[in-house]
Nanobody, 122 residues
Framework: QVQLVESGGGLVQPGGSLTLSCAAS????????MGWFRQAPGKEREYVAG????????DYADSVKGRFTISRDNAKNTVYLQMNSLKPDDTAVYAC???????????????WGQGTQVTVSS
């Protein structure tokens, strides 16, 4: 079965950096659009970043543009989220998702990981 497993979350001070990984299995990873989402307590799920199957195009939410970088390694079936200049507002559970067709909203993703907690605090 399809599995998306995130790792790399943790506690970091404001201004710090973290890199999240999402390892995929059970699907032909190179065919899939991949996205990162986050959800903070009491808030709605928020789109963070997306990347096309061939990694030729990436997209970011305005709130993270210039600070976060999404990338993928199709040979390793893994998508990454490099997060720099972290702020307390970035605190959330971060989850990756996979979509076989170009997604326009979170409902169009086919598979989801369980998520990893990122806490930005001094």
């Amino acid at each position: 079965q399809v599995q998306l497993v995130e790792s790399g979350g943790g506690l970091v001070q404001p201004g710090g950096s973290l890199t999240l990984s999402c390892a995929a299995s059970g699907l032909t990873f190179r065919w899939y659009f991949m996205g990162w989402f986050r959800q903070a307590p009491g808030k709605e799920r928020e789109y963070v970043a997306g990347i096309r199957p061939s990694a030729d195009l990436t997209d970011y939410a305005d709130s993270v543009k210039g600070r976060f970088t999404i990338s993928r390694d199709n040979a390793k079936n893994t998508v990454y989220l490099q997060m720099n200049s972290l702020k307390p507002d970035d605190t959330a559970v971060y989850a990756c998702a996979a979509a076989l067709r170009l997604p326009t909203n979170f409902r169009e993703y086919d598979y989801w990981g369980q998520g990893t907690q990122v806490t930005v605090s001094s």
